[in-house]
């Protein structure tokens, strides 16, 4: 991985690869460069700066509006109605609700309550919303999908990443990204994630997924949104 990055961040200086285009790139990439910088004994300053900049997005995850809804960042609206109204059923007499992809066994478990369901639908109104709060949560699009959560509902980390790593596609750098993240792998996360957004088939692929294909967003407002 470690190669594969730097060999990646080299590509970007020396202008060999389309991400020197966008900033943000090269943002993602600085930290990169940074959290390699040579120090002596325990955490560089480097290391430091680059944890301290990639933690709260962990967060972003636990509280993901799809995770609250219960539901894959491709939903569709027939799905996310399904699951609310079904959470609101249990939670007006008290009882706790969980869906299958709240993924509580490598995350910390969600309370929900009739206000955070209203709350996680409102915040996925619009499509740029939509589309910003995907790109840190998981989507189910093809049959390695499916297995490789199977893997993550028994808490299977490497199993999950191991089936990921077989086919490149906008779904599985995608998963590999959120998961790296939920586990601090920041680099495979940012590796990942760069990888989809820099491929205009993948980064289509994914708003096609998440809206539709007539929804047009260009290359540059994706990549700011993570």
Known sequence: ???????????????????Y??????????????????SGSGESAGKKSFRIYMTPY??????NPFRILGVYANASIKDI??????????????????????????M???E????????????????????KY???WFVKVTPLDEIAFNHLENGNFEHALNIWRKKVCFSSLLNISTLALIHGHYLLAIDSIIKMLESEKHR???????????????????????
Request: aromatic share 12%.
């Open 108 to 110: 910390p478990s969600l």
């Open 204 to 226: 289509q692929d994914f708003i096609s997924s998440v809206v539709d294909e007539t929804f047009q967003i260009s290359a540059e407002e994706l990549i700011h949104s993570f």
């Open 81 to 106: 109605k399904a699951n609310e109204a079904k959470a609101k059923a249990f939670l007006n007499v008290g009882k706790d609700v969980t869906f299958p992809c709240d993924f509580n066994q490598i």
């Open 21 to 38: 285009r966008f900033p943000r790139f090269f943002f993602l990439y600085g930290l990169i460069l940074i959290y390699f910088e040579p």
């Open 134 to 136: 995907a790109l840190l």
């Open 112 to 131: 929900r309550t009739p206000e955070m369901m209203e709350s996680a639908n409102a915040q996925l109104t619009l499509p740029n919303e939509k589309i």
């Open 1 to 19: 991985l470690v190669q594969t990055v730097m060999g990646n961040a080299k590509a970007s200086e020396c202008g060999t690869s389309n991400r």
């Open 58 to 63: 962990r967060e972003k995850i636990y509280n």
